[in-house]
C-alpha cells in the first residue's frame, strides 16, 4: 500500500494531479498490485475532486484519519464523537466552533457551525463560501456524530482555544494549530486523542490484510508525522516540514516537481528485490 496526502504531496492546483505522476500511480496501480490510497485532513467531498482527477477510484482515510471510505463511496469507517464540551469551552472563549460529519453517507451538511455565538469575518466567509454544504445549530445539543472540529481566527485567539482545550479535556483531544490558506488567519484542528491518519489507515489495513511494514506513507505536514513514523517506509516531501523530514526513512523531490516519482521509483526498487 502506498498512503498519500493530499496538499503539499499528491495535489497541485485546483485539486489537480500532475500528469507524470497520476500515470505513474496508475500503472503502480494496476501493474504492480500496489493499492494507492488517500490519507488527508480534508473532508470527502473535497477530497473526491482530487481522486476524480487521479483517474481512478481509491481508498480515502479523511477528516485526519476519523473517516475511511472504500473505492465504491460507500463508508467502511467513522470515528464520531460527541463535540459540546469543546463548542462550549470555545464560547466561552468569545469564538465559534464548527464540527464535519460524513454528510456523503449520512446526507446533510459537510459541517455545522455553532448558532449560538456571533461569528467572527473569516468564519462567516467561511460559511458563506461553502454555503451548499453548510448549516448551523446549537452544536451543545447536537447528536454526536461529528469527525473532527475546529475554530477559525487570529493566532492568538486559536493558540487560546488549543490551550484551554489542552487544558480542560487533556485526556480527550488533540490540538494541531496551522496558517489558514491564502489569508492571514489561523486555524485550529481539535480531534480525538486517538485519531490519526495512521489510526485511519490501521482500520484500512486490517481490512486489507497488509502487514505495516508492506506500508509506504508519504506526507507533508506535523499531521503526517503518525503514519510517516509507524509505516514500514515512512516518506517526507522535499517540501515538507523539516521535524516531519528529521523523522522519515527518505526525503523525495518537491509537491510542485513530481516529488512522487521518487516515491514510485523507491517502491519498484523494493518490489524487484522481493522478486
Not at 255 to 271: A, S
Request: with cysteine; proline share 4%; aromatic share 6%.
Amino acid at each position: 500500500m502506498i498512503a498519500l496526502d493530499l496538499d503539499g504531496t499528491l495535489a497541485i492546483e485546483n485539486h489537480q494531479v500532475s500528469p507524470a505522476t497520476r500515470d505513474a500511480l496508475q500503472e503502480l496501480h494496476d501493474g504492480d498490485d500496489v493499492e494507492v490510497v488517500i490519507a488527508t485532513g480534508r473532508r470527502y467531498r473535497s477530497t473526491r475532486y482530487v481522486i476524480d482527477n487521479l483517474g481512478f477510484d481509491v481508498y480515502a482515510v479523511c477528516n485526519g484519519g476519523a473517516l475511511l471510505k472504500c473505492p465504491e463511496q460507500q463508508t467502511l469507517h467513522a470515528e464520531t464523537f460527541d463535540v459540546a464540551p469543546v463548542a462550549r469551552i470555545v464560547r466561552d472563549l468569545g469564538l465559534t466552533l464548527f464540527a464535519q460529519r460524513d454528510a456523503h453517507d449520512l446526507g446533510g451538511a459537510d459541517f455545522v457551525l455553532d448558532a449560538i455565538p456571533e461569528w467572527n469575518e473569516i468564519t462567516a466567509s467561511y460559511y458563506h463560501d461553502n454555503s451548499d454544504h453548510s448549516a448551523k445549530a446549537d452544536l451543545t445539543e447536537h447528536p454526536p456524530e461529528f469527525l473532527v472540529s475546529g475554530v477559525f481566527g487570529s493566532e492568538e485567539d486559536v493558540t487560546r482555544v488549543a490551550n484551554a482545550v489542552n487544558e480542560q479535556l487533556p485526556d480527550q483531544f488533540n490540538t494541531i494549530t496551522v496558517p489558514h490558506l491564502q489569508t492571514d488567519r489561523y486555524y485550529c484542528e481539535i480531534s480525538q486523542k486517538h485519531v490519526d491518519k495512521w489510526h485511519g489507515l490501521t482500520q484500512l489495513r486490517s481490512h486489507l490484510d497488509i502487514d505495516p511494514e508492506h506500508i509506504c506513507t508519504v506526507g507533508d505536514q506535523l499531521n503526517d508525522v503518525p503514519m510517516v513514523s509507524a509505516a514500514g517506509h515512512g516518506i517526507a516531501m522535499g517540501n515538507g516540514h523539516e521535524d516531519l523530514q528529521a523523522i522519515a526513512r527518505f526525503v523525495c523531490g518537491h509537491n510542485q516537481e513530481d516529488g512522487i516519482l521518487d516515491v514510485v521509483k523507491y517502491i519498484h526498487e523494493i518490489n524487484n528485490k522481493g522478486s
